[in-house]
């Protein structure tokens, strides 16, 4: 099953919402708690939270400050990839926040290193899938998900491509900044871009503007 990036670009929120948003929002629910799953691993925690923590580090900003503030700086990098806010934009950072919490709750935080080990693997892919069920639905990508598909659309790479690079730089900032890296911090750089390219297409929104037969280049 093949599809386009420029064909996973937004549809307007009146086109089928008791079928797309419903998916939106499972996919920003499990996006969130996949990070908190990441977090009680406890084996690296994903490539901007190592950015975070470096930054945190270096200035007196907060963690959660700090994440606000790189936010907004890149939605500012979606201007010349010809990216624009969407309603799945700020849903991204609501539900995100919310369902993140929610699983750092009823997470343990005292596990043996075989649990951690699995929860690493587990929130690796799920966080892959949460991305392309949320992409998917085509309300509009997240701050740093827009990088992705903006980037894949104007470069003509692969998403799995255009993830693992992005993922890879922002991770080698955040360790020359001084932020921890840990084995699942690689795991994830590595990882999550080609699971997000495997699942997409299985679960993207085919609108009625869409051509008939379509594709994502994977490689």
């Not at 990098?77 to 624009?84: E, H, V």
């Not at 806010?85 to 849903?91: D, K, L, M, Q």
Request: glycine share 10%; charged share 15%; proline share 6%.
């Amino acid at each position: 099953m093949d599809l386009k990036t420029r064909h996973i670009s937004y549809v307007p929120c009146h086109e089928r919402p008791a079928r797309r948003l419903p998916q939106l929002l499972l996919g920003l629910a499990l996006y969130g708690f996949s990070l908190s799953v990441l977090v009680r691993a406890a084996l690296g925690v994903n490539p901007w939270s190592v950015l975070y923590e470096g930054l945190e580090r270096r200035t007196p900003l907060s963690f959660g400050t700090i994440s606000a503030v790189l936010g907004v700086l890149v939605l500012l990098l979606w201007i010349p990839l010809k990216q624009r806010p969407t309603f799945g934009t700020v849903a991204n950072i609501v539900v995100l926040a919310v369902s993140s919490d929610l699983g750092l709750l009823v997470i343990p935080d005292s596990l043996d290193l075989p649990a951690r080990t699995g929860l690493l693997a587990a929130g690796v892919v799920l966080n892959g899938l949460a991305v392309a069920v949320y992409v998917g639905a085509r309300f509009g990508p997240g701050p740093r998900d827009g990088l992705m598909t903006g980037a894949a659309a104007m470069t003509g790479l692969s998403l799995r491509r255009v993830r693992t690079l992005i993922e890879l730089a922002v991770l080698a900032l955040g360790w020359l900044l001084g932020g921890t890296v840990g084995v699942g911090t690689v795991l994830y750089a590595v990882g999550v871009g080609t699971v997000t390219q495997f699942f997409l297409p299985r679960f993207a929104y085919r609108s009625p503007r869409d051509e008939p037969r379509v594709s994502v280049r994977a490689d």
